[in-house]
């Protein structure tokens, strides 16, 4: 079977004349064969003569150019059609006259440009040789000739129907190529925001703070290790993102899961935030998609609420089940630290301009998250300006089964 594939292949590789030159050929000797003379396509009355060497001439005008009736379609559809008219007209009628019926269906299928002019002339060089049958006999009828035109006009449709059908599927693959594109840009993107924002955040409102301790060395020196620290996970953190985008990387790329909301609540209150944590069941294992969808909601919420309530109480609510998990974030509206009460991701930092605002990314990238795990995604403004984050997460079948 492996060199089955590797003959096709080396065949595919060929010259797109070369693998058209058997089908010539194959006409060109089946044209001799006794039996098969009465199988060829004929037009009007005149009597067939005994194949000589003119008619080894006028057959392979026939069949040769199929040759290049994909590289050169129009040349090789005016050639078939001179073949066999000269084959009507002498009388020499073979299997050969069939290549006219593949040389339409290819310059049908394969013809670029001059797609009016080509079926135009065939049609008045058609007339002709009816006229010219006509004469030769005078016994030709109308209607056998106008039934063979409709036969061929057929096939040239069927060559029609093959290009815009081949046409559309490239067209669909062109548009999947974009898509998957966009995709993975926009997923890329997605996980650079999840990854960077909130370590950055953390290092800048750190820094920020650090700049009020110099009068306390103590508390200073354990902030800017704070510093560090943060700065030591976004690296790590970054490298395994590269890991996990890049197609040659041999080992599977580490990704977080709801296991490791803790770790996360951790290090958003050495930044200064004071969070509570409530977490109840069992988290699933790290290659969860639902676990890892709910750790960057997690992610996402405690940075907006570094960026826009620092220093306002947070809560996470992480409860597991068999079937999903649901997560809720809540931050009052009582953050005296770095852009205090500004809506999350609204853009609008009011307070301190340490952290910039942020681009409408981070919540939308969630809810498509979200979406797309069959969940659901929710924001709530409270009425005393806090803000509070819900999404529910179902989770895949497979984890489900393990765990029953």
Same mark, same amino acid.
């Given at each position: 079977? +492996?060199?089955?594939? @590797?003959?096709?292949? *080396? ?29 060829? =396509? ?13 008619? %080894? ?16 379609? &129009?040349?090789?559809?005016?050639? %078939?059609? &001179? ?29 670029? *440009? ?13 007339? &002709? ?29 069927? !060559? ?19 898509? +998957? ?44 290790? &704070?510093?560090?620290?943060? !700065? ?35 290090? =958003? ?21 639902? @676990?890892?969808?709910?750790?960057? %909601? ?15 109480? +947070? ?17 009052? @509206? +009582? ?5 205090? !009460? ?27 998250? %979200? ?13 005393? !300006? ?19």
């Amino acid at each position: 079977m +492996t060199d089955l594939h @590797g003959a096709l292949d *080396r065949w595919r590789r060929l010259d797109v004349t070369v693998r058209d030159l058997p089908l010539a050929l194959g006409f060109a000797g089946l044209a001799f064969l006794p039996f098969l003379r009465e199988y060829g =396509t004929q037009v009007g009355e005149l009597p067939a003569r005994p194949l000589d060497g003119w008619a %080894v001439l006028v057959i392979a005008l026939q069949c040769l150019p199929l040759a290049v009736r994909r590289r050169f379609p &129009a040349v090789c559809m005016l050639l %078939v059609a &001179a073949g066999f008219a000269a084959a009507q007209v002498t009388g020499y009628h073979s299997f050969a006259g069939n290549a006219l019926g593949v040389a339409l269906v290819s310059t049908g299928a394969h013809l670029g *440009r001059r797609r009016r002019v080509v079926p135009a002339v065939l049609t008045v060089a058609y007339v &002709a040789l009816a006229v010219v049958l006509d004469r030769l006999t005078g016994a030709e009828r109308v209607d056998e000739l106008v039934t063979f035109y409709l036969a061929m006009a057929l096939a040239w449709g069927v !060559g029609v129907w093959l290009r815009s059908t081949r046409a559309a599927e490239a067209e669909r693959r062109r548009r999947v190529a974009q898509d +998957t594109l966009v995709a993975e840009r926009t997923r890329i993107a997605r996980e650079l925001h999840d990854v960077v924002t909130h370590h950055v955040t953390a290092m800048v409102v750190q820094a920020e703070a650090a700049k009020y301790l110099t009068a306390a060395p103590e508390r200073l020196g354990q902030t800017l290790g &704070a510093v560090t620290d943060t !700065g030591r996970h976004a690296i790590a953190d970054l490298r395994h993102l590269l890991d996990l985008l890049d197609p040659g990387h041999d080992g599977a790329a580490r990704t977080p899961s709801a296991g490791e909301v803790r770790d996360l609540v951790e290090q =958003t209150r050495r930044a200064g935030q004071p969070v509570e944590l409530v977490e109840d069941g069992q988290p699933a294992g790290p290659a969860d998609s639902a @676990g890892l969808t709910v750790y960057r %909601v997690v992610q996402e919420a405690l940075t907006n609420a570094l960026k826009h309530a620092h220093g306002a109480p +947070t809560a996470v609510d992480v409860r597991h089940t068999e079937r999903e998990i649901v997560v809720e974030i809540s931050t009052a @509206g +009582t953050g005296t630290g770095v852009g205090a !009460g500004s809506r999350p991701d609204s853009g609008g930092v009011r307070g301190s301009a340490a952290v910039p605002g942020g681009s409408g990314r981070g919540l939308a990238g969630l809810r498509e998250r %979200v979406v797309t795990l069959g969940g659901e995604f929710d924001t709530e403004r409270l009425d005393d !300006g806090g803000f509070v984050v819900r999404a529910r997460v179902p989770r895949p079948y497979s984890t489900v089964a393990d765990r029953t």
